[in-house]
C-alpha cells in the first residue's frame, strides 16, 4: 500500500449580500496629493471609494523616506505621466505624492498626475518619456477599453516609451491579453492586506535592488499570486516571495493562491521592443511609500524605464528552488446554512511531498 504524506489546512469562510440604498452608491469626492492642479484630472471612472487624505505626519515619513539622489544621471529632461484613473487602494495618493516629490528633490523627472482616461490616447502619450500607471483596477471600467487605446499604448511602449506599474495595476485591463503580455502578468489572487511573508532579494547586484543590500526582509502587505502569461523566460524577476514564510491560514484566498512550482515573483523588469517595463506588484499598504528601500527601488525602476538607468533584463531561472512538494487550492461549495440561507464555502489547501501526492490527495 503506498503511504501519501498530506498536511490539509482548512479555513471557512461564510459571505452573505449587503443591500446598498442609493447613498452608499454616489459618487464621493476625491482628495488629490499636494501639487495636483485641477486640470491635471478629476474623478476616476469605477472608482466607489474616496482617496484617503494625507495626513501631515504621514507626508513628512515620505518626505524623510526620499533618496538624496538618482542612481543615474538623467540623459535629458524627463517627463512622467502617473494616471492615477480607476485606482482605490489605499495607497494610491502615497504612490502619486512620494514618485512626484521624489522627482522633485533627485532632478530625475517632473511629473504630471492625472486621471482622465484621455491622457493615456496616443497623441497625448507622445509628450512623455514614461507612463506610470498607479494601482489601476479595471475590473468595472476597463482601463483600455476600446481598441485605439490598446493599440495606442502598445506602440508608444513598443516604440522605446517606458511603462511603470504597480500592484493592482495587474488586472487594468483584463480581457486584453496582450496588456498581461507587455507587463508580464494578469490577476490578483491574494489573501488578506495583512499577510506577513519573508520577501527574497533575486539579485542583490542588480541596479534596480541594490537599496536591499542583498538581504532578505519582512513586509506586510498583500501578496499577489500570478498564473500564466508570468513566466521568467519573458522577465527578469527582481524579487519573490519565500513560500516557506507564508502561513496558508493567514486569511482566505481571493482567487488562485498556489503555483505548483511555488514560484511567486513580485517585482521584475522586461523589455518591450524598444521600451522598458518595471512592475512591483508589491503596494496595497501605504506605509510602502515610507520604506526608504522601497523609495529607492521605485526610483531605480523608474530610471530604467525612462532611458536613463543601464539594468540587465535578460530573463534569468530561478536561483532557489523554493520548498519542496507542490500545494493546491480548492474552493469547495458546502451548501448553505440552514437558518439565513448564505452560501457555505470552505477553503482547502492540499500541501503534498510531490506533485503526484497532490493530485491523489485532492482525487
Given at each position: 500500500m503506498k503511504l501519501i504524506s498530506v498536511a490539509l489546512a482548512l479555513s471557512v469562510a461564510v459571505f452573505s449580500a449587503e443591500a446598498l440604498d442609493s447613498a452608499g452608491l454616489r459618487e464621493?469626492?476625491?482628495?488629490?496629493?499636494?501639487?495636483?492642479?485641477?486640470?491635471?484630472?478629476?474623478?476616476?471612472?469605477?472608482?466607489?471609494?474616496p482617496r484617503r487624505e494625507i495626513l501631515p505626519?504621514?507626508?513628512?515619513?515620505?518626505?524623510a523616506a526620499l533618496p538624496a539622489k538618482?542612481?543615474?544621471?538623467?540623459?535629458?529632461?524627463?517627463?512622467?505621466?502617473?494616471?492615477?484613473?480607476?485606482?482605490?487602494?489605499?495607497?494610491?495618493?502615497?504612490?502619486?505624492?512620494?514618485?512626484q516629490l521624489m522627482g522633485e528633490k533627485t532632478g530625475a523627472f517632473?511629473?504630471?498626475?492625472?486621471?482622465?482616461?484621455?491622457?493615456?490616447?496616443?497623441?497625448?502619450?507622445?509628450?512623455?518619456?514614461?507612463?506610470?500607471?498607479?494601482?489601476n483596477v479595471g475590473t468595472q471600467v476597463d482601463v483600455f477599453g476600446t481598441p485605439e487605446l490598446r493599440q495606442g499604448f502598445l506602440?508608444?511602449?513598443?516604440?522605446?516609451?517606458?511603462?511603470?506599474?504597480?500592484?493592482?495595476?495587474?488586472?487594468?485591463?483584463?480581457?486584453?491579453?496582450?496588456?498581461?503580455?507587455?507587463?508580464?502578468?494578469?490577476?490578483?489572487?491574494?489573501r488578506e492586506s495583512d499577510e506577513k511573508a519573508i520577501v527574497h532579494v533575486e539579485d542583490p547586484n542588480h541596479p534596480i535592488t541594490r537599496a536591499f543590500?542583498?538581504?532578505?526582509?519582512?513586509?506586510?502587505?498583500?501578496?499577489y499570486r500570478?498564473?500564466?502569461?508570468?513566466?521568467?523566460?519573458?522577465?527578469?524577476?527582481?524579487?519573490?516571495?519565500?513560500?516557506?514564510?507564508?502561513?496558508?491560514?493567514?486569511?482566505?484566498?481571493?482567487?488562485?493562491?498556489?503555483?505548483?512550482?511555488?514560484?511567486?515573483?513580485?517585482?521584475?523588469?522586461?523589455?518591450h521592443?524598444?521600451?522598458?517595463?518595471?512592475?512591483?506588484?508589491?503596494?496595497?499598504?501605504?506605509?510602502?511609500?515610507?520604506?526608504?528601500?522601497?523609495?529607492?527601488?521605485?526610483?531605480?525602476g523608474t530610471q530604467y524605464a525612462l532611458g536613463d538607468l543601464d539594468a540587465d533584463a535578460t530573463p534569468k531561472p530561478r536561483d532557489t528552488p523554493g520548498r519542496p512538494g507542490t500545494g493546491r487550492y480548492l474552493d469547495v461549495r458546502l451548501g448553505k446554512w440552514p437558518r439565513t440561507g448564505a452560501p457555505f464555502r470552505a477553503e482547502v489547501v492540499i500541501v503534498a511531498a510531490t506533485k503526484e501526492g497532490a493530485s491523489a490527495a485532492e482525487k
Open positions: 464621493l469626492a476625491r482628495t488629490a496629493p499636494a501639487g495636483r492642479s485641477q486640470s491635471q484630472g478629476g474623478n476616476a471612472p469605477g472608482a466607489p471609494r505626519i504621514e507626508r513628512a515619513k515620505i518626505v538618482p542612481p543615474a544621471k538623467p540623459r535629458g529632461p524627463r517627463k512622467l505621466l502617473i494616471f492615477d484613473g480607476s485606482a482605490n487602494h489605499p495607497s494610491v495618493p502615497y504612490a502619486d505624492l512620494a514618485m517632473t511629473t504630471t498626475i492625472s486621471g482622465d482616461p484621455s491622457v493615456l490616447q496616443a497623441d497625448s502619450l507622445k509628450q512623455y518619456d514614461a507612463v506610470y500607471l498607479n494601482n506602440d508608444y511602449v513598443s516604440n522605446g516609451g517606458g511603462l511603470v506599474a504597480s500592484h493592482g495595476t495587474s488586472v487594468a485591463s483584463p480581457k486584453w491579453q496582450e496588456f498581461g503580455e507587455l507587463l508580464g502578468a494578469t490577476g490578483a489572487s491574494h543590500g542583498g538581504k532578505s526582509f519582512e513586509l506586510i502587505d498583500e501578496f500570478f498564473q500564466a502569461p508570468f513566466s521568467r523566460e519573458r522577465l527578469r524577476v527582481l524579487l519573490t516571495v519565500d513560500p516557506a514564510s507564508v502561513k496558508e491560514e493567514q486569511g482566505r484566498c481571493y482567487g488562485r493562491c498556489f503555483r505548483d512550482d511555488n514560484d511567486y515573483a513580485v517585482a521584475w523588469i522586461r523589455q521592443g524598444k521600451g522598458r517595463v518595471f512592475y512591483n506588484a508589491l503596494g496595497h499598504n501605504p506605509d510602502l511609500f515610507w520604506d526608504p528601500r522601497m523609495l529607492e527601488m521605485f526610483l531605480a
